[in-house]
């Protein structure tokens, strides 16, 4: 064997190991990825809480203006509407509309029996996550819009 056919040798066997440092590293960042547990419990919440907010099909306040997103229709919270407003399997539910004292004017939910019991303890269950979100509001009661929060408690099975 000459010096060139052994110098291509060792220069593929170089070029080998690259690839295969390249590789592993690619797979082991992969194989990391595809594992790694999302917590989407408060990005679900956020999604919720302006779905409630800013839909038709929700908590907005329309009248023969049009539809003023952002104002909550007092009248339109209630456990009916809020189930048909979202709904997702595993996944309940408390909407409160509170003034600025701090006094609830009205809450409906979409929880059922276990989520109920378990919503207190929730962060003590392992299998639940649980977030609680809160923000500024307008609401129309009556006539009057007045400033108000809403509260939105979600209780998620996830084990």
Request: proline share 1%.
């Given at each position: 064997?000459?010096?060139?056919?052994?110098?291509?040798i060792?220069?593929?066997?170089?070029?080998?190991i690259?690839i295969?440092?390249?590789?592993?590293?690619?797979?082991?960042?992969?194989?990391?990825?595809?594992?790694?547990k999302?917590?989407?419990?408060?990005?679900?919440?956020?999604?919720?809480t302006?779905?409630?907010?800013?839909?038709?099909?929700?908590?907005?306040?329309?009248?023969?203006?049009?539809?003023?997103k952002?104002?909550?229709?007092?009248?339109k919270?209630?456990?009916s509407?809020?189930?048909?407003?979202?709904?997702?399997?595993?996944?309940?539910?408390?909407?409160?509309?509170?003034?600025?004292d701090?006094?609830?004017?009205?809450?409906?939910?979409?929880?059922?029996?276990?989520?109920?019991?378990?919503l207190?303890?929730?962060?003590?269950?392992?299998?639940?996550?649980?977030?609680?979100?809160?923000?500024i509001?307008?609401?129309k009661?009556?006539?009057e819009?007045?400033?108000?929060?809403?509260?939105?408690?979600?209780?998620?099975?996830?084990?």
């Amino acid at each position: 064997m000459s010096k060139k056919g052994i110098f291509n040798i060792v220069e593929y066997i170089v070029y080998l190991i690259f690839i295969i440092i390249g590789a592993s590293f690619i797979a082991i960042v992969a194989f990391g990825y595809l594992n790694e547990k999302i917590d989407t419990t408060n990005l679900e919440a956020f999604i919720l809480t302006k779905k409630l907010i800013y839909s038709e099909s929700c908590l907005a306040f329309k009248d023969n203006l049009g539809l003023h997103k952002g104002i909550i229709d007092i009248q339109k919270v209630d456990t009916s509407k809020i189930i048909s407003c979202f709904t997702k399997p595993n996944l309940g539910y408390i909407v409160s509309i509170s003034n600025l004292d701090g006094k609830i004017i009205k809450s409906a939910s979409n929880l059922n029996l276990k989520q109920q019991l378990d919503l207190p303890v929730c962060k003590t269950i392992k299998q639940y996550k649980c977030h609680s979100r809160t923000d500024i509001i307008l609401y129309k009661e009556g006539e009057e819009t007045k400033t108000g929060f809403i509260n939105i408690e979600v209780i998620n099975l996830v084990g």
